[in-house]
Each structure stands twice: as C-alpha cells, then as structure tokens.
C-alpha cells in the first residue's frame, strides 16, 4: 500500500537574535528538513521570524506566524515542523489560535526536540498543547518577577541595569568616554545656548560620529541621548503604562557612577526640550517654509505652498501658490513673508492687556500640568507596587490614565500661545505716562524683529498662526502684478490668542 506524501511548512523563530547573523533559526531550518525527510513529509514553506519574541501576542507582531495561519486555512499544509511547540506558541491567547485552526483541518505538529506529533484534532492533542502553553506562561511570568526583583535590587544600589548595547558617552565599565562625553557635553551647553538640535544632528552626521551600533543621528536618537538621565550620574527608571504601553523614563536617585553633565546643566536642557512651546506640529507633516499652509488662497480657500516657477528670460525665482485644483494663484514669496513678518512684529512691539495676560496665564497653566502629569508617574508606580486587588489597580489607574490624557490634551492645546507667551517676556514697554513713546516704539519694533528672526522654524510658524490668519486675494485685472502689488494683496485678519477668533471684524490691508 503506497501513502501519500503529505506536505509540510516549517516554522523557524528566535526570541532575539543578538548576533544578527541568523544561524539560530538557519540551524532549525537544517533540522527541519531532517525532520521532515525522515517522516516522509514534503517541505512547501518556510516561515521565519528571526527576532520576534512570542511571549506577548497582543503587543509584539509576529509577520511570519499570522502568514502560517493565514496560509493553514487555505489548506497550503498538511503539517507544521517546528524546533518545539514553544517556538510556535508560548502563551494560551496563540495556542487556542494554533488549535482551532490546525484541529478541523488535521494538520499536525512536528517538533524536532520531541519523539511523537502532536495531532490537535484530538481531545489528547488539544491537552497536550494546551498544557504545553500553560507551562511556557507560567515560564514568562517566572522569568519576569526575575527580572523585576534584580532590577529593584539594582535601583536601590544606584547601579546601572546590565545587558544592552554600550551607552553613547561611557565605557562598558561606566566610566566616562571621553571624546563621546566631550561631543554630549557641547551638544547640552549648544542647546543652552539656543542651538537647534538639527544643526548638531547635521554637525554629528557630517563629521561621522555615530552611535554606539553604528549609523546616522536623527531627531529622535538625540533627543533621547540628551534626555538620559545617566548623563548627569543620576539613575532613570522606565515606567511602562499598563494600559496604553507608553514608556515613561523617569528619576530614580544618584547613580554610583560618574555622570560628565551637571545636574543644573542637565535639569536646564531637559526643562527647555520638554518646554510645550517646543511642540512641533497641528497634524500637519513638517514644513521647510515659513508661510507653507499658512498662506490661504482668496478665490478657493486652499492653502498655498512654496514653489520654483521660471520666467520667459529664464529667471528662477520662488512663490507661494495655491495647491487647490486647478486653481493658480500666486503671489512673490519674498513680499509676503516681509510684509507678514513685520506684522506680527508690530502687534508684539505694541501688545494689547490680553496678550499680556497671556503670557503668565498660559506658563501658570503649562506648568501645573507638567507637575501634576510628573505626580501621576509617581502615583502609578505606587499603585503598581501596593498590595491591593489586581481589580482596584486597574481602576485606579483607568482614572489616572484618564487624568493624564486631559492634561496632555492641555499642555499640547497650549504649544501655540506658549510661543507667543515666551516672545513676550520681558518685552519692552512703549506706554510711559499714558502716552505711547516714538523712540521706545521703533526700538520695541527692533527688538521684536530681532527676537522674531531667533526663532526656530517651527516655533515661528506657531508665532503667526496665533495672531494673525492670512489670505492671499487675486490680481485685479489690468494690473501689473509687481512685487508692490502683491503686498497689496495680501490680507491679514488679527486673531485673539486666547480663543483663535477673530479680533476685530474689520481686517487690516498689508
């Protein structure tokens, strides 16, 4: 009697391939060929995922494993070779997943470290599995609790938490790299000194200093990299949210080693970076121009962006223009961000009571939000250390989790009027006596232009949508358009920080 050779799919994982050289699962793909040859099975697929720990199947994908699945119900396989049935489940949530699937279409598993399949069409397969995954759980867990008692053991001593790559800045040992910890040093004095992070990323990449696994900075690296409590020889603590997962790096003591930042240095560098006038965008992707979708068309309403337009002699020059369809508005680039930034120059050299009241008012508010968003961390961590029911933990901290986003939705609502709460510190004064000064009045114009011009991209932009909204009108007809004429075009509407309405009915004429 001849048996029909049945096919076969092997399953290949490695929770974390440290080596990033792929031999692990490459070795497990060898055997399941042996495997396979041996039991007369036919190998039609592979499936590898090198990297991927499967101890978390709602937060840590696996791409190879939901294809397996996909591809048992279509009926690809008739069996599943696997190193052990822990590479391809090991928590309950995939076993059950792994058993309704395989059962009603008979597809057995093949495990190269044990001598029988495992065939979960059968009360005893299910079983089997089941106490399988069972065991791998209580494994995690195990290891877990481990873990977290060696890493309190660790922050109580001050001492750093072993394993990982070398922190950027120190030796293995934790003792200061000296050509690293002099970049790190300058950059934190730099941003001090109001010095963009992207110029010393540009700097750092230019140069070729790369991080410790090698490659080029980005935003999100640096920021990183400066916010390290390390730096200053203080011990950090990541606190991870039970319930969105957002990982929060907090502070955790002195460290027993040698920090190369001053702790005065570093709280100064960590309060400017996570300053909410800092935030960057409204949900829109990054601009490189300063009145990008700032600019709105007055014949369709879309916004305008930058653009090179070349004329009949040839000459290149830039323009914003309507993105709306079909719509070709324009106007010289040069005029409107002149005539534009003299405006908003003139509303601050001479700034009404509310915007003054905005000043204090929006710092007070970021700030207690700040603060108490610091002393919802702290509670959350004391909530997860008590010893109260699992279900009072979880509601407790659905009420903290619902406080922190109110005050998120605060301090992010307020990123805009911070802008111009920080440009009007210390702004000069051009009322004396009841009568507005002509000299103190151009000298607060200078000063307003100057502190207008220090700005960064990205907080300039934040600066103009807060007072003014602008619309570009169409060239009337039988006129020259001429940079004169386009600034005549141009129509800024004032806008009340506080509420983003319009100031005044009325709109001023550039």
């Known amino acids: 009697?001849?048996?029909e050779t049945k096919r076969a799919a092997l399953y290949l994982r490695l929770s974390d391939d440290k080596k990033k050289t792929g031999e692990n699962v490459a070795d497990q793909e060898r055997g399941g060929r042996e495997l396979a040859k041996s039991r007369g099975l036919t190998v039609v697929a592979v499936y590898s995922d090198n990297s991927r720990p499967a101890s978390d199947p709602e937060h840590q994908p696996r791409p190879e494993f939901e294809r397996l699945m996909a591809d048992a119900e279509t009926g690809l396989f008739d069996a599943v070779i696997c190193r052990h049935a822990d590479r391809l489940y090991r928590h309950p949530i995939d076993q059950l997943r792994?058993?309704?699937t395989f059962g009603p279409r008979k597809i057995t598993i093949h495990q190269e470290w044990s001598g029988y399949p495992l065939d979960l069409s059968t009360p005893t397969g299910v079983l089997n599995a089941g106490i399988a995954a069972q065991v791998a759980l209580y494994?995690?867990?195990h290891k877990k609790e481990r873990q977290r008692a060696t890493n309190d053991a660790l922050l109580k001593a001050g001492k750093p938490q072993p394993g990982g790559p070398r922190p950027f800045g120190f030796n293995r040992d934790m003792t200061p790299n000296l050509a690293e910890a002099t970049e790190v040093g300058l950059a934190t004095q730099a941003v001090l000194s109001g010095v963009s992070l992207g110029a010393i990323i540009r700097d750092w990449n230019e140069r070729g200093i790369t991080?410790?696994?090698?490659g080029k900075w980005g935003y999100s690296s640096m920021r990183t990299l400066l916010l390290r409590w390390s730096n200053a020889g203080i011990r950090q603590r990541t606190i991870t949210d039970p319930v969105t997962r957002k990982k929060t790096v907090v502070e955790h003591g002195a460290g027993t080693w040698e920090g190369f930042i001053s702790e005065a240095d570093f709280r100064a560098l960590k309060a400017k970076l996570e300053d909410p006038a800092r935030i960057r965008h409204r949900g829109e992707t990054g601009?490189?121009?300063l009145l990008s979708h700032i600019l709105k068309c007055g014949k369709c309403q879309s916004p305008l962006r930058a653009s090179h337009t070349t004329t009949r002699a040839g000459l290149h020059y830039m323009m914003y223009q309507c993105s709306g369809s079909g719509c070709r508005l324009g106007i010289d680039y040069d005029t409107a961000e002149r005539v534009v930034i003299r405006a908003v120059a003139s509303r601050l050299a001479m700034p009404s009571p509310s915007m003054l009241a905005l000043t204090?008012?929006?710092?007070?508010?970021a700030g207690d939000a700040h603060t108490r968003l610091t002393q919802i961390t702290e509670d959350e961590q004391l909530i997860e250390e008590s010893k109260i029911s699992a279900a009072s933990k979880i509601r407790q901290l659905e009420s903290l989790q619902t406080e922190r986003e109110h005050l998120e939705n605060i301090v992010s609502g307020i990123g805009q009027r911070m802008a111009?709460?920080?440009m009007m510190q210390d702004q000069i004064p051009v009322i004396s006596k009841g009568k507005a000064s002509l000299s103190k009045a151009s000298e607060a114009m200078a000063e307003a232009l100057d502190r207008f011009e220090g700005l960064d991209l990205d907080r300039k932009r934040e600066l103009i949508r807060s007072l003014f909204s602008v619309s570009v009108e169409p060239s009337l007809k039988g006129v020259r358009p001429t940079k004169e004429t386009a600034a005549k075009?141009?129509?800024?509407?004032?806008l009340d920080p506080a509420t983003g309405q319009p100031e005044q009915e009325e709109s001023e004429a550039a």
């Open 211 to 214: 991080a410790t696994r090698g």
């Open 489 to 494: 075009r141009l129509v800024l509407t004032r």
């Open 1 to 3: 009697m001849t048996t």
């Open 98 to 100: 792994v058993s309704s």
């Open 287 to 289: 601009r490189k121009h």
């Open 420 to 422: 111009l709460a920080a």
């Open 360 to 365: 204090a008012d929006e710092r007070k508010k």
């Open 139 to 141: 494994e995690i867990q």
